[in-house]
Protein backbone atom coordinates (compact mmCIF):
# COMPACT_ATOMS: atom_id res chain seq x y z
CA UNK A 1 0.00 0.00 0.00
CA UNK A 2 3.07 2.38 0.54
CA UNK A 3 6.12 2.21 -0.96
CA UNK A 4 9.58 1.24 0.86
CA UNK A 5 12.27 3.83 0.48
CA UNK A 6 15.45 2.06 1.98
CA UNK A 7 18.48 4.78 2.29
CA UNK A 8 20.64 2.76 4.63
CA UNK A 9 24.36 2.70 3.78
CA UNK A 10 23.48 6.11 1.96
CA UNK A 11 26.36 7.97 3.75
CA UNK A 12 28.93 4.77 4.00
CA UNK A 13 31.16 6.77 1.74
CA UNK A 14 31.43 9.85 4.09
CA UNK A 15 29.72 12.16 1.00
CA UNK A 16 27.35 14.31 2.12
CA UNK A 17 23.68 13.05 0.72
CA UNK A 18 21.20 15.25 -1.23
CA UNK A 19 18.40 13.87 0.77
CA UNK A 20 15.70 16.78 -0.56
CA UNK A 21 16.18 14.67 -3.83
CA UNK A 22 15.41 11.25 -2.27
CA UNK A 23 12.59 12.25 -0.02
CA UNK A 24 9.23 12.07 -1.59
CA UNK A 25 6.94 15.05 -3.27
CA UNK A 26 3.67 15.48 -4.22
CA UNK A 27 3.34 16.05 -8.08
CA UNK A 28 2.01 19.68 -7.71
CA UNK A 29 2.71 22.46 -10.20
CA UNK A 30 1.37 26.02 -9.49
CA UNK A 31 3.58 27.69 -11.85
CA UNK A 32 1.62 25.67 -14.89
CA UNK A 33 -1.61 27.04 -13.29
CA UNK A 34 -1.29 30.11 -13.45
CA UNK A 35 -2.08 30.74 -16.68
CA UNK A 36 -5.46 29.02 -15.64
CA UNK A 37 -5.96 32.26 -12.90
CA UNK A 38 -4.43 34.65 -15.14
CA UNK A 39 -7.62 35.35 -16.62
CA UNK A 40 -9.77 34.99 -13.79
CA UNK A 41 -7.62 37.99 -11.93
CA UNK A 42 -7.95 39.91 -14.62
CA UNK A 43 -11.37 39.32 -15.16
CA UNK A 44 -12.30 40.55 -11.03
CA UNK A 45 -9.85 43.21 -11.29
CA UNK A 46 -11.62 45.22 -14.64
CA UNK A 47 -15.36 43.67 -14.37
CA UNK A 48 -15.64 43.50 -9.81
CA UNK A 49 -18.21 42.09 -8.39
CA UNK A 50 -20.06 41.17 -12.09
CA UNK A 51 -17.20 38.96 -12.76
CA UNK A 52 -16.85 37.50 -9.38
CA UNK A 53 -21.15 36.30 -9.66
CA UNK A 54 -20.52 34.77 -13.51
CA UNK A 55 -17.06 32.96 -12.01
CA UNK A 56 -19.03 31.33 -9.29
CA UNK A 57 -21.73 30.24 -11.16
CA UNK A 58 -19.53 28.71 -14.02
CA UNK A 59 -16.89 26.93 -11.12
CA UNK A 60 -19.17 26.21 -8.00
CA UNK A 61 -22.49 25.92 -9.94
CA UNK A 62 -23.99 28.94 -7.64
CA UNK A 63 -25.72 32.00 -8.73
CA UNK A 64 -25.49 34.44 -6.04
CA UNK A 65 -27.66 37.35 -5.30
CA UNK A 66 -25.09 39.20 -3.33
CA UNK A 67 -21.31 37.79 -2.40
CA UNK A 68 -21.72 38.79 1.48
CA UNK A 69 -23.47 36.20 3.85
CA UNK A 70 -26.47 38.19 5.77
CA UNK A 71 -25.84 38.23 9.01
CA UNK A 72 -29.12 36.56 9.95
CA UNK A 73 -27.73 33.92 8.05
CA UNK A 74 -24.77 33.70 10.85
CA UNK A 75 -26.51 33.97 13.48
CA UNK A 76 -29.37 31.23 12.11
CA UNK A 77 -26.18 28.67 11.44
CA UNK A 78 -24.94 29.07 15.44
CA UNK A 79 -28.23 28.64 16.83
CA UNK A 80 -29.02 25.71 14.93
CA UNK A 81 -25.08 24.05 15.38
CA UNK A 82 -24.85 20.90 16.87
CA UNK A 83 -24.19 21.58 20.62
CA UNK A 84 -21.15 19.40 20.98
CA UNK A 85 -19.53 20.49 18.06
CA UNK A 86 -20.78 24.54 19.31
CA UNK A 87 -18.60 23.08 22.88
CA UNK A 88 -15.27 21.78 20.55
CA UNK A 89 -15.10 25.06 18.78
CA UNK A 90 -15.30 26.86 21.88
CA UNK A 91 -12.85 24.97 23.16
CA UNK A 92 -10.63 25.44 20.20
CA UNK A 93 -10.83 28.59 20.17
CA UNK A 94 -10.26 29.60 24.13
CA UNK A 95 -6.82 27.20 23.86
CA UNK A 96 -5.80 29.03 20.33
CA UNK A 97 -6.76 32.51 22.36
CA UNK A 98 -4.36 31.82 25.09
CA UNK A 99 -1.56 30.59 22.71
CA UNK A 100 -1.47 33.28 20.33
CA UNK A 101 -2.07 36.04 22.92
CA UNK A 102 1.37 34.99 24.21
CA UNK A 103 2.98 35.47 21.07
CA UNK A 104 2.07 39.29 20.93
CA UNK A 105 5.26 41.38 20.48
CA UNK A 106 6.02 44.58 22.36
CA UNK A 107 7.88 47.74 20.78
CA UNK A 108 11.38 47.77 22.18
CA UNK A 109 13.46 50.85 21.94
CA UNK A 110 17.63 50.62 21.84
CA UNK A 111 19.86 53.46 21.78
CA UNK A 112 23.28 52.73 20.10
CA UNK A 113 24.93 56.49 20.98
CA UNK A 114 23.51 59.18 23.60
CA UNK A 115 20.88 61.46 22.27
CA UNK A 116 20.18 58.48 19.44
CA UNK A 117 17.37 55.94 19.65
CA UNK A 118 15.84 53.47 17.11
CA UNK A 119 12.34 51.88 18.19
CA UNK A 120 10.63 49.32 16.62
CA UNK A 121 7.15 49.14 16.63
CA UNK A 122 4.87 46.31 16.25
CA UNK A 123 1.90 47.53 13.82
CA UNK A 124 -1.29 45.24 12.48
CA UNK A 125 -2.04 45.49 8.94
CA UNK A 126 -4.82 47.50 8.44
CA UNK A 127 -7.26 44.81 6.64
CA UNK A 128 -7.35 41.15 5.89
CA UNK A 129 -8.89 38.67 3.92
CA UNK A 130 -8.86 34.90 5.56
CA UNK A 131 -9.73 32.21 3.19
CA UNK A 132 -11.67 29.10 4.39
CA UNK A 133 -11.62 25.66 2.24
CA UNK A 134 -14.75 24.18 1.34
CA UNK A 135 -14.06 20.96 -0.98
CA UNK A 136 -13.75 17.55 -0.22
CA UNK A 137 -14.15 18.46 3.54
CA UNK A 138 -15.65 21.40 5.82
CA UNK A 139 -13.05 22.85 7.62
CA UNK A 140 -14.77 25.37 10.83
CA UNK A 141 -11.44 25.26 12.93
CA UNK A 142 -9.48 26.78 9.59
CA UNK A 143 -11.82 29.72 10.52
CA UNK A 144 -10.54 29.16 14.35
CA UNK A 145 -6.79 29.46 12.87
CA UNK A 146 -7.26 31.85 10.48
CA UNK A 147 -9.03 34.43 12.73
CA UNK A 148 -7.39 34.09 16.00
CA UNK A 149 -4.11 35.68 15.50
CA UNK A 150 -5.46 38.04 13.07
CA UNK A 151 -7.88 39.05 16.29
CA UNK A 152 -4.62 38.44 18.68
CA UNK A 153 -2.96 41.06 16.53
CA UNK A 154 -5.26 43.43 16.64
CA UNK A 155 -6.26 43.59 12.94
CA UNK A 156 -9.34 46.07 12.87
CA UNK A 157 -10.95 44.66 9.70
CA UNK A 158 -10.86 41.28 8.92
CA UNK A 159 -13.31 39.33 6.36
CA UNK A 160 -13.74 35.39 5.97
CA UNK A 161 -14.72 33.92 2.73
CA UNK A 162 -15.56 30.40 1.48
CA UNK A 163 -16.85 28.60 -1.18
CA UNK A 164 -20.59 28.53 -1.66
CA UNK A 165 -22.56 25.25 -1.51
CA UNK A 166 -25.73 24.14 -3.27
CA UNK A 167 -26.85 22.23 -1.06
CA UNK A 168 -26.74 25.32 1.49
CA UNK A 169 -28.37 27.57 -0.40
CA UNK A 170 -25.66 28.94 -2.27
CA UNK A 171 -23.61 30.01 1.27
CA UNK A 172 -20.72 28.25 2.79
CA UNK A 173 -21.39 25.37 5.14
CA UNK A 174 -23.08 26.09 8.10
CA UNK A 175 -20.55 24.99 10.33
CA UNK A 176 -17.98 27.67 8.86
CA UNK A 177 -20.82 30.44 9.36
CA UNK A 178 -21.49 29.32 12.58
CA UNK A 179 -17.46 29.60 13.76
CA UNK A 180 -17.51 32.70 11.96
CA UNK A 181 -20.53 33.74 14.71
CA UNK A 182 -18.77 32.48 17.57
CA UNK A 183 -15.52 34.54 16.99
CA UNK A 184 -17.87 37.62 16.35
CA UNK A 185 -16.83 37.71 12.52
CA UNK A 186 -19.63 39.33 10.70
CA UNK A 187 -18.21 40.17 7.47
CA UNK A 188 -18.28 36.70 5.64
CA UNK A 189 -18.43 35.78 1.69
CA UNK A 190 -19.30 33.19 -0.39
CA UNK A 191 -17.16 33.12 -2.94
CA UNK A 192 -14.31 30.54 -3.45
CA UNK A 193 -11.33 29.66 -5.89
CA UNK A 194 -9.10 31.89 -7.69
CA UNK A 195 -12.00 34.64 -7.67
CA UNK A 196 -11.71 35.32 -3.85
CA UNK A 197 -8.25 35.65 -4.04
CA UNK A 198 -8.70 38.92 -6.60
CA UNK A 199 -11.70 39.62 -5.20
CA UNK A 200 -10.15 40.59 -2.16
CA UNK A 201 -6.73 41.83 -3.84
CA UNK A 202 -8.31 44.33 -6.25
CA UNK A 203 -11.99 45.04 -4.05
CA UNK A 204 -14.81 44.95 -5.70
CA UNK A 205 -18.18 47.16 -6.05
CA UNK A 206 -21.23 47.45 -6.58
CA UNK A 207 -23.96 48.80 -9.08
CA UNK A 208 -24.05 51.62 -6.79
CA UNK A 209 -20.40 52.13 -7.15
CA UNK A 210 -19.62 51.60 -3.17
CA UNK A 211 -17.73 48.57 -1.62
CA UNK A 212 -19.29 45.15 -2.10
CA UNK A 213 -15.51 43.67 -0.85
CA UNK A 214 -12.91 46.39 0.03
CA UNK A 215 -9.72 45.38 -0.66
CA UNK A 216 -7.71 43.75 1.60
CA UNK A 217 -3.95 44.22 2.52
CA UNK A 218 -3.21 40.13 3.24
CA UNK A 219 -4.40 37.04 2.55
CA UNK A 220 -4.20 34.12 4.25
CA UNK A 221 -5.36 30.78 4.80
CA UNK A 222 -4.85 27.39 2.63
CA UNK A 223 -6.53 26.16 -0.14
CA UNK A 224 -6.67 24.04 -3.62
CA UNK A 225 -3.67 24.71 -6.03
CA UNK A 226 -5.76 27.58 -7.91
CA UNK A 227 -5.72 29.66 -4.48
CA UNK A 228 -2.40 29.13 -4.19
CA UNK A 229 -1.78 29.86 -7.98
CA UNK A 230 -3.76 33.23 -7.53
CA UNK A 231 -1.83 34.11 -4.09
CA UNK A 232 1.44 33.80 -6.24
CA UNK A 233 0.50 35.73 -9.28
CA UNK A 234 -0.89 38.88 -6.86
CA UNK A 235 2.08 38.58 -4.47
CA UNK A 236 2.93 42.20 -3.99
CA UNK A 237 -0.40 43.67 -4.45
CA UNK A 238 -1.26 42.07 -1.44
CA UNK A 239 0.57 40.18 0.95
CA UNK A 240 0.23 36.47 1.85
CA UNK A 241 1.06 34.08 4.04
CA UNK A 242 2.37 31.03 2.16
CA UNK A 243 1.31 29.13 -1.02
CA UNK A 244 -0.24 25.95 0.52
CA UNK A 245 0.20 22.83 -1.05
CA UNK A 246 -1.90 19.27 -0.55
CA UNK A 247 -1.41 18.40 3.65
CA UNK A 248 1.53 16.49 4.60
CA UNK A 249 2.75 14.25 7.80
CA UNK A 250 5.77 13.22 8.62
CA UNK A 251 6.61 10.69 11.12
CA UNK A 252 10.32 9.81 13.04
CA UNK A 253 10.25 6.98 14.70
CA UNK A 254 12.32 4.24 16.83
CA UNK A 255 11.40 -0.01 17.17
CA UNK A 256 9.61 1.38 20.55
CA UNK A 257 6.51 3.11 18.21
CA UNK A 258 3.27 1.87 18.61
CA UNK A 259 2.16 0.49 14.69
CA UNK A 260 -1.42 1.55 15.46
CA UNK A 261 -0.53 4.77 16.89
CA UNK A 262 1.91 5.28 13.45
CA UNK A 263 -0.26 3.95 10.94
CA UNK A 264 -3.17 5.41 12.06
CA UNK A 265 -1.83 8.81 12.40
CA UNK A 266 -0.52 8.47 8.32
CA UNK A 267 -4.43 7.85 7.50
CA UNK A 268 -5.20 10.95 9.06
CA UNK A 269 -3.33 13.01 6.79
CA UNK A 270 -4.19 11.10 3.67
CA UNK A 271 -8.05 11.16 4.21
CA UNK A 272 -7.83 15.00 3.38
CA UNK A 273 -6.49 14.43 -0.11
CA UNK A 274 -5.49 11.88 -2.61
CA UNK A 275 -2.51 14.05 -3.30
CA UNK A 276 -2.15 14.09 0.65
CA UNK A 277 1.24 12.86 1.53
CA UNK A 278 2.21 10.31 4.51
CA UNK A 279 5.77 9.67 5.57
CA UNK A 280 7.42 7.46 8.31
CA UNK A 281 10.60 7.23 8.97
CA UNK A 282 12.01 4.74 11.01
CA UNK A 283 15.68 2.83 11.50
CA UNK A 284 14.00 -0.04 12.09
CA UNK A 285 12.59 -2.53 9.37
CA UNK A 286 10.48 -4.45 11.88
CA UNK A 287 8.54 -1.27 12.79
CA UNK A 288 7.93 -0.40 9.01
CA UNK A 289 6.62 -3.95 8.84
CA UNK A 290 4.39 -3.89 11.38
CA UNK A 291 3.02 -0.03 9.67
CA UNK A 292 2.47 -1.80 6.79
CA UNK A 293 -0.11 -4.61 8.50
CA UNK A 294 -1.70 -1.86 10.48
CA UNK A 295 -2.32 0.33 7.57
CA UNK A 296 -3.53 -2.58 5.52
CA UNK A 297 -6.13 -3.55 8.70
CA UNK A 298 -6.48 0.28 9.52
CA UNK A 299 -7.30 1.20 6.08
CA UNK A 300 -9.82 -0.94 4.87
CA UNK A 301 -12.01 0.32 8.26
CA UNK A 302 -11.70 3.98 7.46
CA UNK A 303 -14.77 6.11 5.71
CA UNK A 304 -12.56 7.63 2.93
CA UNK A 305 -11.12 4.66 1.89
CA UNK A 306 -10.28 5.43 -1.70
CA UNK A 307 -9.15 8.36 -0.95
CA UNK A 308 -6.97 7.07 1.81
CA UNK A 309 -5.26 4.53 -0.73
CA UNK A 310 -5.01 6.93 -3.21
CA UNK A 311 -2.87 9.11 -0.63
CA UNK A 312 -1.06 6.32 0.69
CA UNK A 313 -0.37 4.64 -2.55
CA UNK A 314 0.91 7.82 -4.65
CA UNK A 315 4.67 8.81 -5.29
CA UNK A 316 4.00 11.85 -2.23
CA UNK A 317 3.61 8.89 0.35
CA UNK A 318 6.74 6.30 1.29
CA UNK A 319 7.78 4.48 4.26
CA UNK A 320 11.44 5.39 4.59
CA UNK A 321 14.10 3.20 6.68
CA UNK A 322 17.75 4.59 7.79
CA UNK A 323 20.63 3.55 9.76
CA UNK A 324 20.16 5.31 12.82
CA UNK A 325 18.09 8.45 14.18
CA UNK A 326 20.85 10.58 13.68
CA UNK A 327 20.04 10.02 9.82
CA UNK A 328 16.38 9.96 10.77
CA UNK A 329 16.94 13.61 11.55
CA UNK A 330 19.05 14.72 8.66
CA UNK A 331 15.94 12.82 6.12
CA UNK A 332 13.39 14.98 8.28
CA UNK A 333 15.23 17.81 7.88
CA UNK A 334 15.64 17.71 4.45
CA UNK A 335 11.45 16.80 3.73
CA UNK A 336 11.00 19.63 6.41
CA UNK A 337 7.29 18.79 6.81
CA UNK A 338 4.27 20.49 7.66
CA UNK A 339 3.48 18.21 10.45
CA UNK A 340 6.53 16.43 11.85
CA UNK A 341 5.83 13.71 14.90
CA UNK A 342 8.39 12.54 17.11
CA UNK A 343 7.47 9.19 17.98
CA UNK A 344 10.60 7.82 19.70
CA UNK A 345 12.94 7.57 23.29
CA UNK A 346 13.43 10.48 24.73
CA UNK A 347 11.12 12.24 22.32
CA UNK A 348 11.95 15.67 23.50
CA UNK A 349 15.39 16.05 23.27
CA UNK A 350 14.76 14.10 19.86
CA UNK A 351 12.56 16.97 18.63
CA UNK A 352 15.12 19.44 19.75
CA UNK A 353 17.52 18.80 17.04
CA UNK A 354 14.70 19.17 14.71
CA UNK A 355 15.32 22.37 12.70
CA UNK A 356 13.13 22.15 9.84
CA UNK A 357 9.08 21.68 10.38
CA UNK A 358 5.46 23.26 10.67
CA UNK A 359 4.86 21.97 13.43
CA UNK A 360 6.56 19.28 15.84
CA UNK A 361 4.41 17.03 17.51
CA UNK A 362 6.62 15.21 20.48
CA UNK A 363 5.93 11.55 21.88
CA UNK A 364 2.96 9.10 21.53
CA UNK A 365 -0.14 11.63 23.30
CA UNK A 366 0.18 14.39 20.29
CA UNK A 367 -0.84 12.96 17.57
CA UNK A 368 -1.21 15.80 14.40
CA UNK A 369 -4.87 15.50 14.70
CA UNK A 370 -4.80 17.73 18.18
CA UNK A 371 -3.16 20.16 16.41
CA UNK A 372 -5.52 20.62 13.79
CA UNK A 373 -8.02 20.84 16.40
CA UNK A 374 -7.60 21.75 20.33
CA UNK A 375 -3.58 21.86 21.05
CA UNK A 376 -3.71 25.60 21.06
CA UNK A 377 -1.10 25.61 18.10
CA UNK A 378 -1.95 26.78 14.56
CA UNK A 379 -2.35 24.16 11.67
CA UNK A 380 -2.00 27.01 8.89
CA UNK A 381 1.27 26.06 8.23
CA UNK A 382 4.09 25.66 5.16
CA UNK A 383 3.87 22.40 2.75
CA UNK A 384 6.18 21.14 0.02
CA UNK A 385 9.52 21.94 2.02
CA UNK A 386 9.00 25.32 2.11
CA UNK A 387 9.15 25.06 6.45
CA UNK A 388 12.74 25.53 5.63
CA UNK A 389 11.96 29.16 4.94
CA UNK A 390 8.55 29.65 5.97
CA UNK A 391 7.00 29.75 9.57
CA UNK A 392 3.62 28.64 9.85
CA UNK A 393 0.73 31.29 10.91
CA UNK A 394 0.81 33.42 13.98
CA UNK A 395 0.36 36.64 15.56
CA UNK A 396 3.58 37.85 13.65
CA UNK A 397 1.89 37.14 10.60
CA UNK A 398 -0.05 39.76 10.46
CA UNK A 399 1.99 42.37 12.22
CA UNK A 400 5.08 44.62 10.47
CA UNK A 401 8.17 46.24 12.31
CA UNK A 402 8.09 49.59 11.63
CA UNK A 403 11.52 51.74 13.05
CA UNK A 404 11.08 54.78 14.44
CA UNK A 405 14.04 56.99 14.10
CA UNK A 406 14.79 60.03 16.83
CA UNK A 407 18.48 61.57 17.33
CA UNK A 408 19.18 64.72 18.55
CA UNK A 409 21.97 67.41 17.38
CA UNK A 410 24.71 66.06 18.89
CA UNK A 411 24.31 62.61 18.35
CA UNK A 412 23.64 63.38 14.20
CA UNK A 413 26.74 65.45 14.46
CA UNK A 414 28.80 62.60 15.92
CA UNK A 415 27.55 60.35 13.18
CA UNK A 416 28.04 63.24 10.37
CA UNK A 417 31.66 61.77 9.48
CA UNK A 418 30.59 58.40 9.12
CA UNK A 419 27.62 58.89 7.01
CA UNK A 420 30.17 61.23 4.58
CA UNK A 421 32.34 58.60 4.87
CA UNK A 422 30.03 55.99 3.19
CA UNK A 423 27.88 58.10 1.26
CA UNK A 424 31.50 58.72 -0.54
CA UNK A 425 32.47 55.07 -0.89
CA UNK A 426 29.00 54.37 -2.55
CA UNK A 427 29.29 57.35 -4.92
CA UNK A 428 26.00 59.00 -3.32
CA UNK A 429 27.75 62.32 -2.30
CA UNK A 430 24.08 63.91 -1.71
CA UNK A 431 23.37 61.29 1.14
CA UNK A 432 26.52 62.85 2.97
CA UNK A 433 25.49 66.35 2.15
CA UNK A 434 21.76 65.99 3.48
CA UNK A 435 23.77 65.47 6.93
CA UNK A 436 26.38 68.27 6.44
CA UNK A 437 23.76 71.12 5.17
CA UNK A 438 22.74 70.90 8.89
CA UNK A 439 25.86 72.06 10.21
CA UNK A 440 27.27 74.60 7.29
CA UNK A 441 29.49 71.85 6.11
CA UNK A 442 27.77 71.29 2.69
CA UNK A 443 28.71 70.31 -0.64
CA UNK A 444 30.91 73.52 -1.20
CA UNK A 445 33.12 72.27 2.07
CA UNK A 446 33.22 68.83 1.39
CA UNK A 447 34.92 69.65 -2.70
CA UNK A 448 36.51 72.55 -1.02
Not at 111 to 133: F, K
Not at 193 to 205: I, K, L, P
Amino acid sequence: MIRRIDLRGANGDGSAVDYRSLVPRAATDVESTLEAVRPICADVEHRGLSAVKELTARFDGVELDDVRVPEAALDAALRTLDPQVRAALEESISRARAVHAGQRRTDTTVSPVPGGTVTERWVPVERVGLYVPGGRAVYPSSVVMNVVPAQEAGVGSLAVTSPPQRDARGLPHPTILAACALLGVTEVYAVGGAQAVAMFAYGVRGDDGTWACPPADLVTGPGNVYVAAAKRLLKGRIGIDAEAGPTEIAVLADSGADPAHVAADLISQAEHDPLAASVLVTDSPALADAVDTELTRQVAATKHVERVRTALGGAQSASIVVDDLDQGLAVVDAYAAEHLEIQTADAAAVAARVRNAGAVFVGPYAPVSLGDYVAGSNHVLPTGGSARHTAGLSVQSFLRGVHIVEYDEQALRTAAPHVRALADAEDLPAHGDAVGVRFGTGDEERRG
